[in-house]
């Protein structure tokens, strides 16, 4: 046996016993669910893949799981809020959450939070999509990692179904759908732009991408 | 130099904008449910477009990030993807487009809004200046295939250029074509950025619309009568007189743009000053001819 470390005061797996662990675990778990706040997870279902571009389009959204999760800043939202571009104005913020591990596979039923699923923040009525989880901050205190740091940016909607349950995420779809011939994306010109163009086009041309 | 000039404005730059985007606001694209566009449609989705400049306050009230949509129970996002945005980017004089300071366009047939239906003059207007509006169309994805069909159902149309028919000043029915010509695409994809980022794909496709900016409108008298003196040679010392002069001119003179009239045309030996237009009856008299 390596005699690196005291093996008076600990394993060799860092200071801590599988006791100490628990109780140390125990006080996060409290401490989340004391200063947390409630946050919906929600898995993503990957239903079409492609393997030449490496991506999947056709996700679903079809469940969500109510977690506790302490917010690493308690002033604000990161990011750099609100972005004034080409595509207008868009929202770019970001959050950090700390969420138990052993709550978090108790809860979800998942090994460990995954890139790509959403997070719903009621308190803020905010969807964000996770980008990043860190499961090694803090470094292992007394021997063990025993919280995934999230970090989750506002969600970019691509007309993905859901049917999480969460009344507000499922109805994304209905506010901001561009469905066939529905245009109701609060931000397209779509409808205006025809409007004004009907009467300056000269209609005897055709139009390749349909009707003016 | 240019004050004393009635304010007019046709909002040609706007019209242009507004025909340049005209042509991408219908466009649709479906997800199928397998790879390379095969299988059932799952979903079509008309694609938004929008103008990309824009005042912030307007985006504030109707994005959708909007504080009213938390208000309302709506969840927040950030934006909806794919989307496309456009922007006149700059403008130049087009000179091999150019005509004639001199050349005019008028309008004879049509009633001009807001002119009497009857009248002796006619509105009319020098040649319109050709300027070339550069503009960008971006298509904006969180991944590749959606970009693609949409890209792959526009690029075709240009081969390389797709004209429009605008009718730029009303009234004047001055319907010009503006050919709108693709010039290139580039694509940005942040997929190498460090984990934490969302992707974001753009595809920049670059367009010159060769459109147009136009002088005032001005009141012009109808031309009833058109004197057109012949010559046996090109050059004036061989042949310094006409040999006969053709006059046309409108019966009776004094009509106006919507009363009867015909048209007659009387030829004279050699060159004249014409004496006589028409009589009290309306007919047409002998055209006086001297020398």
Redesign the interface.
């Known amino acids: 046996m390596s005699q690196t470390v005291n093996r008076f005061i600990q394993d060799g797996n860092g200071p801590g016993t599988t006791s100490e662990q628990e109780l140390y675990e125990s006080l996060i778990e409290e401490n989340i669910r004391f200063s947390g706040v409630e946050i919906f997870y929600i898995p993503r279902t990957s239903v079409?893949t492609?393997?030449?571009?490496n991506?999947d389009?056709?996700s679903s959204f079809t469940s969500s799981f109510a977690l506790e999760m302490m917010p690493d800043n308690t002033s604000s939202f990161g990011g750099s809020g609100?972005i004034?571009g080409?595509?207008?104005?868009?929202?770019?913020q970001e959050v950090i959450l700390f969420a138990s591990r052993k709550r978090f596979v108790e809860v979800t039923g998942l090994p460990y939070p995954n890139?790509g699923d959403l997070l719903?923040l009621p308190f803020?009525?905010?969807?964000f999509?996770i980008?990043?989880v860190d499961y090694e901050t803090p470094f292992y205190q007394v021997g063990k990692s025993m919280v995934f740091g999230i970090?989750a940016?506002?969600?970019?909607?691509?007309?993905q179904p859901f049917t999480t349950g969460v009344?507000?995420?499922d109805?994304?779809g209905d506010?901001?759908e561009?469905?066939?011939?529905?245009?109701i994306?609060?931000?397209?010109?779509?409808?205006a732009?025809?409007t004004?163009?009907d009467?300056?086009?000269?209609f005897?041309?055709e139009?390749?991408?349909?009707?003016? | 130099m240019l004050d004393g000039i009635s304010p007019y404005y046709f909002a040609s730059v706007r019209?242009t904008v507004?025909?340049f985007?005209?042509?991408?606001?219908?466009?649709?694209m479906a997800?199928t449910?397998?790879?390379n566009g095969a299988g059932t449609t799952?979903?079509?989705?008309?694609?938004?477009?929008?103008?990309?400049p824009?005042q912030?306050y307007i985006?504030?009230l109707?994005?959708?990030?909007?504080i009213s949509?938390?208000t309302d129970?709506?969840?927040?996002?950030?934006?909806?993807?794919?989307?496309m945005?456009y922007?006149l980017k700059s403008m130049t004089f087009d000179k091999a487009r150019s005509l004639s300071s001199m050349g005019r366009i008028n309008n004879s047939t049509e009633t001009l809004i807001g002119s009497p239906a009857n009248r002796s003059t006619v509105k009319s207007m020098l040649q319109p200046m050709p300027w070339n509006f550069d503009f960008e169309l971006?298509i904006?994805s969180?991944?590749?295939?959606?970009g693609y069909n949409i890209m792959e159902?526009?690029l075709p149309?240009f081969k390389p250029t797709?004209?429009?028919?605008?009718?730029?000043v009303p009234g004047l029915e001055l319907?010009l074509d503006v050919p709108v010509i693709f010039n290139g695409i580039t694509q940005s994809d942040n997929y190498e950025l460090q984990?934490?980022?969302?992707r974001?794909i753009t595809w920049t496709l670059d367009f010159t619309a060769k459109s147009y900016i136009f002088p005032p409108l001005s009141d012009v008298g109808l031309i009833k009568r058109v004197i057109n003196p012949m010559f046996s040679d090109t050059d004036p010392t061989i042949a310094p007189e006409p040999v006969v002069t053709v006059i046309t001119e409108v019966n009776p003179f004094e009509a106006e743009i919507n009363d009867p009239y015909t048209v007659i045309q009387e030829e004279i030996e050699g060159s004249g000053v014409r004496e006589a237009t028409v009589s009290a009856s309306g007919e047409s008299d002998a055209f006086g001819v001297s020398g």
Do not use: C
């Open positions: 079409r492609d393997n030449i571009f991506e389009i056709l609100l004034m080409r595509l207008g104005l868009t929202l770019e890139i719903w803020a009525k905010k969807l999509e980008l990043n970090r940016q506002v969600f970019d909607y691509t007309h009344p507000e995420v109805s994304l506010v901001l561009n469905d066939g011939d529905t245009m994306d609060p931000d397209a010109q779509n409808d732009i025809e004004e163009a009467g300056i086009l000269d005897s041309e139009n390749p991408f349909g009707r003016f | 019209k507004t025909a985007g005209t042509l991408f606001n219908n466009i649709k997800r449910a397998e790879v799952i979903k079509t989705i008309k694609v938004p477009i929008a103008y990309a824009a912030s985006s504030w109707r994005g959708a990030h909007s949509r938390s129970g709506e969840a927040v996002i950030s934006k909806t993807l794919p989307r945005a922007a971006l904006v969180k991944n590749l295939d959606d159902q526009i149309n797709f004209p429009l028919t605008v009718n730029f319907k984990i934490g980022e969302k974001l």
